[in-house]
């Protein structure tokens, strides 16, 4: 068994992955489900702005760069897809952070807020929010002094090597499900190009980390996920497995 280990974590990291130790492998030869997050795990994380539908007497230039602003500072890869589509970004004040919807800081006085459309109680946008999810696209929401000003669509492309590995883990016997933060439809329509049936939109971190007994039904999991918001989910599961190109240590 040791010599077997030793060989494992070794052909382990030639091919990347970083291994804590011995019992790990061991534990991950027992997995029977693996739970998946989907922005940046099933996705390449490189996500794009791909439409912006604006209200009355606002441009493009001017929603994007309100949302540009709040996101001057974060690391989000959806807030990167953001900052790549304007030229100068002048930060917000105050900006503050709210887990699991979104953002809210001021630009010259006037309060603005982006985030999911689920924090906004309004159905402007909402055929435009539905039909840019449907297409696989997360949809954020730019409010400036309490009104809606934009919606902005944001895609990231499925890893083009997702759907292989979903087949194989299937072929070895092994369940997989998606966990995201993201919309129901843009989960639905990304994890059906994966070939995951399984799918639980909508988590806070917290969310995630409880689903995973209720998901693993008294078999062994392993959680793959970025490493941020997953951390309290990484932890839980019997097998953490961090994406640490793109995700915290």
Not at 20 to 46: F, M, N, P, S
Request: charged share 20%; net charge negative; proline share 3%.
């Amino acid at each position: 068994v040791p010599l077997s280990v030793v060989a494992a974590i070794g052909a382990a990291s030639s091919n990347g992955a970083l291994v804590k130790g011995g019992a790990a492998v061991e534990e991950l030869g027992r997995i029977r489900v693996v739970a998946l997050d989907k922005t940046g795990t099933l996705t390449a994380g490189r996500p794009e702005v791909i439409d912006v539908v604006t209200a009355a007497g606002i441009s493009r230039a001017d929603a994007l760069a309100a949302a540009a602003a709040l996101e001057a500072r974060s690391e989000h890869p959806l807030a990167r897809a953001i900052l790549a589509s304007v030229s100068t970004v002048a930060a917000a004040d105050d900006v503050t952070a709210i887990p699991g919807h979104g953002l809210t800081g001021t630009i010259d006085g006037a309060a603005i807020r982006l985030g999911k459309p689920s924090w906004f109680n309004t159905d402007i946008f909402r055929a435009d929010v539905t039909r840019l999810q449907s297409a696989g696209a997360t949809v954020i929401l730019v409010e400036r002094a309490e009104e809606l000003i934009a919606a902005i669509a944001v895609r990231d492309e499925l890893r083009p090597e997702a759907a292989d590995a979903v087949r194989r883990l299937t072929a070895l016997g092994i369940d997989t499900a998606m966990l995201s933060g993201d919309n129901e439809l843009t989960a639905r329509a990304l994890a059906t190009q994966a070939g995951i049936g399984t799918v639980h939109a909508e988590l806070l971190p917290e969310g995630k980390a409880a689903l995973l007994a209720d998901i693993a039904a008294g078999r062994k999991i392993a959680m793959v996920g970025d490493g941020v918001n997953d951390a309290p989910a990484l932890a839980t599961a019997d097998v953490g497995i961090a994406m640490g190109a793109m995700g915290t240590d």
